[in-house]
C-alpha cells in the first residue's frame, strides 16, 4: 500500500491550495484518512480527518477555513484550505487506516507536501 500526496506549494497569504492523497495497493477497505501538518520546530498535528461513515473533525485552527473530502472510489481525501495564513506553512501528510488482507489494519502514511504561505 502507498499514499501520494500532491498540491502542495506556495501561495500567498488570503489565498487557496488544495491536497491530494491518493490510496494505492491492494486493500480491502479504508476507515479513517486524515490530514496532519509539522511546521518548523513544532510537533505533528492533526489538521482533519474524516472517518468512512463521513463524519469530519478538524483542528480549532482551520475551522471554517479548510474542508476535508474523500472519494471512496478513487481511494483519494482532499482537503481544500482557503484564507490561507502564514502560520499554515508546513509540511502536510496524509494518513489513512487501511486494512488489508489478514485482516490487517495498519495507519499508512503519505511522503507529505509542502505548504508555504508567505507574500
Known amino acids: 500500500v502507498q499514499l501520494q500526496a500532491s498540491g502542495g506549494g506556495l501561495v500567498q497569504p488570503g489565498g487557496s491550495l488544495r491536497l491530494s492523497c491518493a490510496a494505492s495497493?491492494?486493500?480491502?477497505?479504508?476507515?479513517?484518512m486524515g490530514w496532519y501538518r509539522q511546521a518548523p520546530g513544532k510537533q505533528r498535528e492533526l489538521v482533519a480527518e474524516?472517518?468512512?461513515?463521513?463524519?469530519?473533525n478538524y483542528a480549532d485552527s482551520v475551522k471554517g477555513r479548510f474542508t476535508i473530502s474523500r472519494d471512496n472510489a478513487k481511494k483519494t481525501v482532499y482537503m481544500q484550505m482557503i484564507s490561507l495564513k502564514p502560520e499554515d506553512t508546513a509540511i502536510y501528510y496524509c494518513k489513512c487506516r487501511i486494512t488489508t488482507r489478514g485482516p490487517v489494519v495498519h495507519d499508512y502514511w503519505g511522503q507529505g507536501t509542502l505548504v508555504t504561505v508567505s507574500s
Open positions: 495497493g491492494s486493500m480491502l477497505s479504508i476507515e479513517n
Open positions: 474524516t472517518t468512512s461513515g463521513g463524519t469530519t
